[in-house]
């Protein structure tokens, strides 16, 4: 298994939780490490993405409450999500891209906000 998901559940509006993504060591160290959502009925997004050199990139939706980070030693991504509203609902995705290569995904995790 190239990343292997972790941590949705469920939790009330305005709380806190954290994803991870573990990541197999040569993906982690070359490809983009990104986080996507789909709720129902809409397509899936694209949440944050860190680069191997941990350049960051959010949607705007989730700037300033959302932050993405690398464990190198452990070469998992996290996705720290505070301040959760109801939209945020969906299934986590982590996918690891790098141009001209193949491209990986995770199984999903729910994560469900209630209001």
């Known amino acids: 298994v190239q990343l292997q998901a972790s941590g949705g559940g469920l939790v009330q509006a305005g709380g806190s939780l954290r994803l991870s993504c573990a990541v197999s060591?040569?993906?982690?160290?070359?490809?983009?490490i990104g986080w996507y959502r789909q709720a129902p009925e809409k397509q899936r997004e694209l949440v944050a993405s860190i680069t191997s050199s941990g350049r960051t990139n959010y949607a705007d939706s989730v700037k300033g409450r959302f932050s993405i980070s690398r464990d190198i030693a452990k070469t998992t991504v996290r996705l720290q999500m505070n301040s959760l509203k109801p939209e945020d609902t969906a299934v986590y995705y982590c996918?690891?891209?790098?141009?001209?290569?193949?491209?990986?995904w995770g199984q999903g995790t729910q994560v469900t906000v209630s209001s």
């Open positions: 060591g040569s993906i982690f160290r070359s490809h983009i």
């Open positions: 996918n690891a891209a790098k141009y001209g290569f193949d491209t990986y």
